[in-house]
């Protein structure tokens, strides 16, 4: 699969969250996003989710046959889409069942990410750090080319960011692509690096040229 | 798809049995409501059994408002609508099962459960069986039309009291079509059958509308 | 032509241009005949040998429910264009509609009400058009209480525009479930209003007045619309000063070498 980002510029509330962004990603190719918090990279991620409509550019895949850009990727953010009531076992088939493309069992997944003693434990009764594991273990439940990844390493000790480098290795040696939005490295070997920077607005411009400016964001 | 709506029914359902939440509380707040009118009308069984209808149709409409504003919110709040949105099915597909599980647990049992409750209100066994048909075929339509509240306003918290102002007005035809059917089996001047054709109607109608306009609703809602 | 003459005039800048210069001919004219319009109706036409004196109550009460359904009907009409062409300019106009559109329905309720006492003997009968007036408000306080819940102006027209188009949907149904709920309940001896029995004497105010009162339904929109883009202005103006202010803030460290940037935000 090939993902392409062209010009890309989002709005949230009128507020300009940044603008121009492009860039290309190609099979077994990742992407570390950075920059200071707010600086948009979670937003640069939903907009990719399908979740949130750029106002302008364009986002595009390309090699994946029929499907669009949502059914071909997973996402796994600050809110790691679980049920608290149900179990490990019952989330995963539960994102297996809904998204389709089954690759491990359930079990393999959670034994994968060390976490196999916690297939029938409700998630409620986990820590954040297994909480994350469970979600983590969802892209391995089904087979998509592109991971989102929204601080993956976030609550996670250094033996499972381990574990995590050496999925996404293994994810990019079979073809697949990775976008990693993160403050710390994420042990991604020759991943590229887009720093998204807050935008500085032209200092000078008269209040009427600021006026005309706001007309064309009501336009 | 049809694994998609499976997996989608059989979750919320296992959920509701787990978290005990809104199926058995929305019963409860029915039964209440039920009890609450003969507080306030006086106890005459004669004038009970004759507005017997009209309450528990009352009852259930509010009682259909339980819970509602949870059923896209909790969803949207851990994470799992972007799961759902990344979904191969249509987000209709995910809005129709999710919307048919909450009547499930909910508009089903307040059906089941009124012929018990219309003893309250001395209800004979035809307006019972003719209530608790009504509500089998209105219900739905409550249900649905709710769930265009519960999209609109599931990234809103708090938003239960503005779900109820917004959706309530819109409830009036099935509420008027329920109670017309339900009076008319017990005696009146029109027949059964036509005003529990019409709820068998909005039903259909709140279906496709309220499916299209929550899945709408949820498209982007960010 | 047509069609660039209709972009011409709903950009915003356009807009905010030409409804300044049109806005006061507006006014002005539907001073005018609002004034002709309550002359005839309360000096030239004749009281009704029946109602005497009350039915000139008709004059306001038939335009303002003329004006709640149709400021509906535009609401709807903008929805689709917010949906369809996400047209910023139809999300104004519905914004702008829907306070307007609910206090024509109120004052349609209220001289309902004003008039039934004598007709009626009370305030409030549940008669099928005062019930479906009724509804239409209740849906009105629904929409504005959505807008008012939602701070970022794009997600609640999208919000409001599903919201009016469900409502849309509904209000015949409405409208025929109530009339249906009406006759079940109640022989149908209620007083009937306008309806083209009427007399012509009375025709003629009649007619006037919704002319009148479309006039000024269309100028307070406008107006409404003017106030709702300056504001939004107001607010997008606010936002970039505090993100020029925030510049100034300290930035990021250098980039680490070996990482390749691959572009930059603005």
């Known amino acids: 699969m090939r993902l392409s980002v062209t010009n890309l510029a989002v709005r949230r509330s009128g507020r300009r969250i940044f603008a121009g962004l492009s860039f290309a990603l190609g099979p077994g190719e990742a992407l570390m996003v950075t920059g200071r918090n707010g600086a948009g990279k979670s937003t640069l991620l939903a907009v990719l989710a399908g979740r949130l409509k750029p106002d302008a550019g364009e986002v595009r895949v390309a ?157 | 798809m049809i694994s998609a709506f499976r997996a989608l029914v059989a979750r919320d359902l296992t959920l509701a049995a787990r978290v005990g939440g809104s199926g058995a509380l929305s019963l409860v707040f029915f039964l209440m409501i039920v009890a609450l009118v003969p507080f306030a009308l006086g106890p005459d069984l004669n004038l009970l059994s004759r507005i017997g209808p009209a309450i528990l149709w009352l009852a259930a409409v509010l009682a259909t408002l339980i819970g509602l504003d949870r059923l896209f919110q909790a969803d949207e709040e851990d994470g799992s609508l972007d799961l759902m949105t990344g979904a191969p099915a249509p987000l209709e597909v995910v809005v129709l099962a999710k919307v048919a599980a909450h009547w499930l647990t909910t508009g089903l049992p307040l059906a089941l459960a009124s012929p018990l409750f219309g003893l309250l209100v001395a209800l004979d066994g035809t307006a019972m069986a003719a209530t608790a048909l009504t509500l089998l075929v209105g219900t739905p339509a409550l249900t649905f039309v709710g769930a265009v509240g519960a999209a609109l306003t599931a990234s809103i918290r708090r938003g239960g009291l503005i779900l109820a102002v917004l959706v309530l007005p819109l409830m009036i035809p099935t509420l008027i079509f329920g109670v017309s059917a339900a009076q008319s089996a017990i005696g009146g001047t029109v027949p059964f059958a036509t005003p529990l054709t019409i709820l068998a109607a909005l039903s259909l109608i709140a279906a496709v509308v309220g499916t299209l306009a929550a899945a709408a609703a949820l498209r982007w809602s960010e | 032509m047509t069609a660039s003459l209709w972009t011409r005039l709903s950009n915003p800048g356009h807009f905010l241009r030409w409804s300044g210069a049109a806005g006061p001919w507006l006014a002005g004219l539907s001073a005018l005949t609002l004034g002709l319009g309550l002359y005839l109706s309360w000096f030239v036409a004749p009281p009704d040998y029946q109602q005497g004196e009350t039915v000139r109550i008709m004059f306001i009460h038939v335009p303002a429910a003329w004006l709640g359904v149709f400021f509906y009907g535009s609401m709807t009409l903008s929805a689709i264009g917010t949906l369809v062409w996400r047209h910023p300019l139809a999300d104004v106009a519905q914004r702008a509609a829907a306070p307007i559109g609910a206090a024509f329905t109120l004052v349609c309720l209220v001289t309902g009400s004003l008039w039934g006492k004598p007709m009626w003997g009370t305030y409030w009968v549940w008669d099928a058009r005062l019930t479906s007036m009724l509804v239409l408000l209740l849906i009105y306080c629904g929409i504005i209480a959505l807008w008012r819940t939602m701070e970022d102006p794009n997600r609640a027209a999208r919000a409001v525009a599903i919201l009016t188009l469900v409502g849309a949907v509904n209000l015949p149904i409405i409208k025929f479930s109530v009339n249906w709920w009406s006759t079940l309940h109640q022989p149908a001896s209620i007083l009937r209003m306008g309806g083209p029995t009427i007399d012509p004497s009375m025709l003629y105010p009649l007619l006037t007045m919704i002319l009148a009162a479309t006039i000024l339904g269309v100028t307070l929109h406008l107006y409404a619309m003017r106030t709702e883009i300056l504001r939004r202005r107001v607010r997008t103006l606010t936002i970039r000063e505090a993100e020029r202010l925030d510049a100034g803030a300290p930035t990021l460290v250098p980039a680490p070498a070996g990482a390749a940037p691959l572009g930059q935000a603005l």
């Not at chain 1, 949502?70 to 149900?86: M, N």
């Not at chain 1, 929204?150 to 073809?175: I, K, N």
């Not at chain 1, 939005?181 to 991604?188: M, N, R, S, V, Y």
């Not at chain 1, 400016?213 to 336009?219: K, M, Y």
């Open chain 1, 63 to 219: 090699e994946v046959g029929e499907a669009s850009l949502p059914e071909c990727l997973h996402v796994v953010g600050h809110r790691d889409g679980l049920k608290s009531a149900l179990t490990a076992e019952e989330n995963l088939a539960f994102a297996r069942d809904l998204l389709g493309a089954p690759a491990l069992a359930p079990a393999e997944a959670l034994a994968e990410m060390g976490l196999a003693h916690a297939l029938r434990l409700p998630v409620a009764y986990l820590s954040a750090g297994q909480r994350r594991r469970v979600a983590l273990a969802r892209l391995l439940v089904c087979r998509r080319p592109l991971w989102l990844l929204d601080e993956p390493t976030a609550a996670l000790d250094t033996a499972s960011q381990a574990v995590l480098a050496h999925l996404m290795a293994r994810h990019r040696a079979g073809g697949g692509l990775v976008v990693a939005a993160t403050h710390q490295g994420l042990g991604l070997a020759d991943a590229r690096e887009l720093r998204i920077e807050r935008p500085v607005p032209p200092a000078a411009g008269g209040p009427g040229d600021a006026a005309w400016d706001a007309a064309e964001t009501v336009a």
